[in-house]
């Protein structure tokens, strides 16, 4: 069973910065493509990132595109998740969550992704 854990959450003021952490389990990291989600309560999960399996390729949603990063570091089964410039707007609960293994091609579709950590809670208040 793979297992995803997230970490970095917490509360900042408007223009600050986290950066978030997944540890997956296993030692297929390499093989799965990743993503990070964000979901509001009463809103459907949404991606916000995703990077490919050797960390070529990346993909951000507009809004956060020049302020968040996605990076990943294979010897150490973690993906990241860089958040800078803070709005409040970004307060949601991020969701870690990997593909099956042996995905090539970036994957930007919540039902693509197999795998799915607990989520860490992002506050940013203004």
């Known amino acids: 069973q793979v297992q995803l854990v997230e970490s970095g959450g917490g509360l900042v003021q408007a223009g600050g910065s986290l950066r978030l952490s997944c540890v997956v389990s296993?030692?297929?990291?390499?093989?799965?493509?990743m993503g990070w989600f964000s979901q509001v309560s009463g809103k459907e999960r949404e991606l916000v990132a995703a990077?490919?399996?050797?960390?070529?390729?990346?993909y951000y949603i507009d809004s956060v595109k020049g302020r968040f990063t996605i990076s990943r570091d294979n010897a150490k089964n973690t993906v990241y998740l860089q958040m800078n410039s803070l709005k409040p707007e970004d307060t949601a609960v991020y969701y870690c969550?990997?593909?099956?293994?042996?995905?090539?091609?970036?994957?930007?579709?919540?039902?693509?992704?197999?795998?799915w950590g607990q989520g860490t809670q992002v506050t940013v208040s203004s």
């Open positions: 969550a990997a593909t099956r293994p042996g995905v090539t091609a970036l994957k930007i579709m919540r039902d693509e992704y197999n795998y």
């Open positions: 296993g030692r297929f990291f390499s093989s799965y493509g």
């Open positions: 990077i490919s399996r050797g960390g070529i390729n990346t």
